[in-house]
């Protein structure tokens, strides 16, 4: 098959560079590979476990759809011929780099361009703040990172760069000098987040983060680790004030208290890599002609990349500045926040400026992979539980973070704070003091992946938890029932969830289910057998969101009633396509035929414009900002944080209300010739799709193309396009459409009558969540809870997961058998992080340039208990209960029930990862 | 006479000792001359078998002699990957035969050892986690040695192609120590000497 | 420099002169831009880059292409992921997956389809007991890595197509 594309134009200049981005499309147009796939299934069914996923047959067929399929010759206009790029990167950094071995690569193999850092000085390229950082290590200084890239190389030919390649593998192609051990650095960020409830429930704290805004103690230059003490030199003024509340909960936990069960625990994590399957790859083509570069590109954050690299090259002397940067965003195999916001995509484009003219691929295979891409941050941790022996209660709750950010900061301050809003996870806790302190290192960059940090805090918080039970002779289940944190109860920050908060359901489903309830019986039958039996559970509550998410999404519905949408959000294997499409045919009666993704081209009619970081900025500004009805706080964010169906479904969602509201209903009531004046026209939020026909009681079902037609012939609304804004809340605007006040979670609105073309509605009037929410740890959360039997060889230390059982709530499942694919392969990838994966930190880790899957083992399928894997989904509170993020919190609590299921069966508590078998059979020889 | 003999035996043992304690050069093999010195012919065999086992224990011959049916790959021997077992023949089972990725050579590019031969060594002759006495042992024992004569060994270990890519195992891996010729020279001498055995 | 003619879903490509060291895996991604076969590892430990070859006395047989010669191909029959379907009519095995909803981001369905799609040839030529069923799919599996799915529903989707035609694949 080959590859149609559609192309979306609209330019957003940043440092002087037009940028204009569009998305590589399928192979086929989804409406020809929806029918092609399920020919029957199309029409909405919501009793129906689903209709196949937009990109099913692309999927199946090797249909080109990922950043790495595209060469050259498959894009249109471009030269035939594919260049070929080597990112050389350093695999020492302790000592002075010196150069490259460039003499072994002589003749057939000579490089047609070397790119060094003299270079990029010499055309006056810029660091993004994000990657600050030297882009390619210059000659006489010692790597920041083992792994930091020293040079590209540039060859003309496939030829010769896959002879190239062999030649300098062996880790003596770079040449260091000097011995000067590695280069210390600042921390990224250091927080303290510290609560004291008031003296009743619904009493106001008497501290809390949200009330005092978060904390940093002072940068003291010569010191790695911050002083926490309130008493330090040049400390803020609220830092010291937060730091005394700190310091009291910490006393009392050291008081030596006989009514309290004190614990103190150290647990570390290790590093990981996210492991996505398809390596980081690009392809740049800058035409020196047209002075235009061209992309492209497979990220989890299209809009940030385009700006990064604009802003790279936005002071570059001539010709290294390009008048356009054209970005093309393809399907990712794979991301799990490894592909958020990496600096990938900037040498992508140095490779294309410095060979003008050429196409040029760069293309990590996986042990470059391993050696520059995002880790997970190994984490030390120490945490101390303060609990009231007689009720059983937790008190207090006082934990220490250091996180190794490896060689760069990227997320690093970001993946602290958020680690350490969820340390006390599921639980209703009065006093809690966390202090985090994200470290430089010189190991590979740490970022964002898939439990950002809360995966670490929650599993050493839930292994506590079974400890402690067990301390005080409690039912883990009992104990933790007992301390949840209830609907209204406040978090770390001081804040309620906005959401649902199900965790004694979740516990309920957890106690009664057999592998629980049969624990003993079947510890004592594999003893009987010569086998360690253990049971383990955990629960927990994760995040999704980011506090500053957007989304775009546009809908059209044609004569025929057929349904196309536009959303900006991208796809990584979630199915984020497909939950728009789901969700939108609950407003609208059917799946569409058309759905586009990763554009933030297509939604010129908002004509929106923004201003300001969402993150930082105070109130009055936002507020001054708001009176431009088109400005929003943000425009288009990274597809992260499991926000796929909660943020990136909304604006869609919103869009194909206003359709129905406007276009289909009018239509359906003068098909059934309701006149205005019965009461019945109003209700058109009672009328309900079935079969593709809109219904309503004693009413004459309607199908979804004769509303359709009747809305184009009547010029009814047949389009809208909608931007939504969530800050911990929605944005919330009001708009007069066809004369009726509408009032929406949405901050702009565009709507098509009949067959016309766009019009902008401005809104009334606008409430954006206020900046203070900048302020809450989270008020999105979801609930999973785990449990696992195991079975432990003594002798050989082999460990087998009988059993698995988790059981999740998140809203409406909008494609449930996708809901239930992230449920099994975060299982798959709880086991890895738990049993399996780790990267040692520094010398002899994956800075080397020699790890592959020999050596780093990601969980297969005879790790898993394939069979006897049973995922549960509680139904939404409300048929109308919003999509909640899961991708995320399935994984988590799969760590820490393994852990306490291996402690059931052995008697070792394991207090750091992974605990593989070779560790295992030490503990029980 | 007799003074310098016990000297020469002490110096043996240490340098024995000290290659296992990983000073001595494990890259190279002593030849069988060296060892004349020992008089006692059963405890020279036994020494020669010694300096043989630092190629028996090697990486590169433990890999495929492993004590389950899954072997080892890597100079840290860790289990294989993807998971592969011996299946009936030795060849891999029928879902993934050795073959498929070992084939008539290695293949640089993709660091991918390779011989037409490729297979794991039948169960009995396992020698992970032996002692290299019981290797020995094991060795001479026709039941598992593949109904081989201690004689035939010179060839197996000396001519044989498959046991040969030890030697040449290609990119990323250490070669097993010495040449396959001096290692069938140590054969030919510990035969000749009587095929005795280190008793631990 | 060796000769290469081979065949790839059914057409003949070449003669054609390649390097001794190009692999299989760079010979159809670069040269003949058959971009469904993925490059994942390099190293044969993941498999998404695996091939089906057809040999000559009928049977089937999954090769990866990333540790093995271009040349090592001469006078094969190969398929890819790409020559599966029969035009639009895709095979039992992608329609199953589509319906399992087997993958994710999908760059491991190739390899997962190629080895499936070999097991199934392979049973229906030596049908296995359904008590074995199990494990049989397991084992050839077993050597796929997927990092989304965690599996299950791979193994569902090949289960379903042999128990949709148990007189073929059981016996």
Known sequence: ??????????????????????????????????????????????????????????????????????????????????????????????????????????????????VTADDLARIGTRVPAFYAGDLLCPIGKTPLYLGQPVALLIFEHFDAFDQARLALRDGTFVRFGEETGPIVGPNYGAFRFTRVAGPTPDAPDVYSPIQAGWISPARIQDSALPVWSPLARQTPANYAKGAVYGEQIRAELAAKDPTLLVLDREFETQSVDPMFLEPEAGLAWFSGDSSKLELVLGVQSPYDAAEA???????????????????????????????????????????????????????????????????????????????????????????????????????????????????????????????????????????????????QTMTALEVLIDETSAALSLDPIEFRRRNALGPNGRTMTGNPYTVSVRTPEILDKLEKHPIWRDRAQEKALGAQGGKLVGTGVACVTKDYGSGADCSFGKIEIDREGRISIHCDHVEMGTAVGTAVANRVALHLGAVADEITLAQIDAFDELALVTSGDPYTMDQKTQDAAARNPRWVPSLSTVTTASIGAHVGTQAAAEAARVILRFGLWPAALELWRIPATDPRAKQWETAAWKDGHLTMPDLAPLPLARLAATAHSRNLVTGASTHAFSRWAWSRARFQVAGVSWTADIDALAVRRGDGKFQRLDRSSVAF???????????????????????????????????????????????????????????????????????????????NGQWNLGQYLIARGSDLPLRDLEIEMLPPLTPDEPPKGMAEVVMIPVVPALLNAIFDATGHRFQSLPVTQKILKGALA | MRVKFFVLVAALAASVLAAYAGTVDQTKLVPPESFEGIADAEARSAAIFTELGKVLTHPRCVNCHPAGDRPRQGDEGRLHQPPVARGPDGHGREALRCQTCHQQANFEPGRMPGNSEWHLAPREMAWEGKTLGEICRQIKDPARNGGRKVEELIHHIGTDTLVGWAWKPGFGRTPAPGTQAEAGALVEAWVKTGAACPSK | MTTLALTINGRAYGPTEVRDELSMNDFLREYLGLTGTKFGCGAAQCLSCAIIVDNPDGTSTTSPTCVVAAANFNGKAIRTVEGHARGNELSALQKAFIEHFAFQCGYCTAGFLNEGQVLLERLARKPVARVDLETTIA???????????????????VRDVILADPKRYLV
Not at chain 1, 61 to 89: C, E, N, Q
Not at chain 1, 825 to 839: D, I, K, R, W
Request: overall charge positive; charged content about 20%.
């Open chain 1, 1 to 114: 098959m080959q590859p149609s594309r559609r192309e979306f134009v609209q330019w957003v200049t940043a440092s002087g560079i037009a940028l204009s981005l569009s998305r590589l499309a399928l192979a086929e147009e989804p409406s020809f590979a929806a029918r092609q796939t399920l020919p029957g299934r199309q029409r909405w069914n919501p009793a129906a476990t689903g209709v196949g996923r937009i990109d099913g047959v692309a999927k199946v067929t090797g249909a080109k759809l990922y950043a790495s399929d595209f060469r050259a010759a498959d894009m249109p206009g471009w030269p035939a011929t594919t260049s070929h790029a080597i990112l050389v990167r350093a695999p020492d950094a302790t000592h002075v780099y010196t150069g490259m071995d460039l003499g072994r690569l002589k003749g057939a193999l000579e490089p047609a361009v070397v």
């Open chain 1, 309 to 455: 690299v604009a802003f790279m090259l936005g002071k570059a002397r001539a010709p290294f500045k390009p008048a356009r940067i054209n970005s093309h965003f393809a399907y990712m195999g794979g991301g799990f926040g490894g592909r958020d916001h990496t600096p990938f995509m900037l040498y992508l484009a140095l490779a294309g400026m410095f060979f003008p003219g050429r196409p040029v691929r760069l293309a990590h295979d996986r042990y470059q992979q391993f050696q520059g891409g995002i880790k997970r941050h190994a984490f030390k941790m120490r945490s101390q539980i303060g609990v009231d022996r007689t009720t059983g209660k937790i008190r207090a709750f006082a934990a220490d973070h250091v996180l190794d950010g490896g060689g760069l900061a990227n997320y690093s301050p970001n993946v602290a704070t958020v680690a350490a809003t969820a340390a006390i996870g599921i639980y209703d806790v009065p006093k809690v003091d966390v202090t985090t302190v994200a470290l430089h290192s010189r190991g590979v960059t740490a970022g964002s992946m898939r439990g950002y940090g809360t995966l």
């Open chain 1, 769 to 847: 969540p206020p900046t203070d929410n900048n302020r809450i740890g989270t008020t999105y959360t979801s609930l999973c809870g785990t449990l696992v039997r195991v079975e432990i060889e003594r002798a050989s230390g082999a460990l087998n997961i009988a059993k698995a059982y988790s059981v999740l709530e998140c809203g409406r499942t909008l494609v449930p058998e996708v809901v239930r694919g992230q449920a099994q392969g975060g299982f798959a990838m709880g086991v890895g992080y738990a049993l399996l994966e780790s990267l040692p930190p520094y010398e002899g880790g994956p800075g």
């Open chain 3, 139 to 157: 084992e050839a599996l077993d050597g796929h890595l997927c990092r989304c799915t965690g599996y299950v529903k791979y193994h569902e989707a």
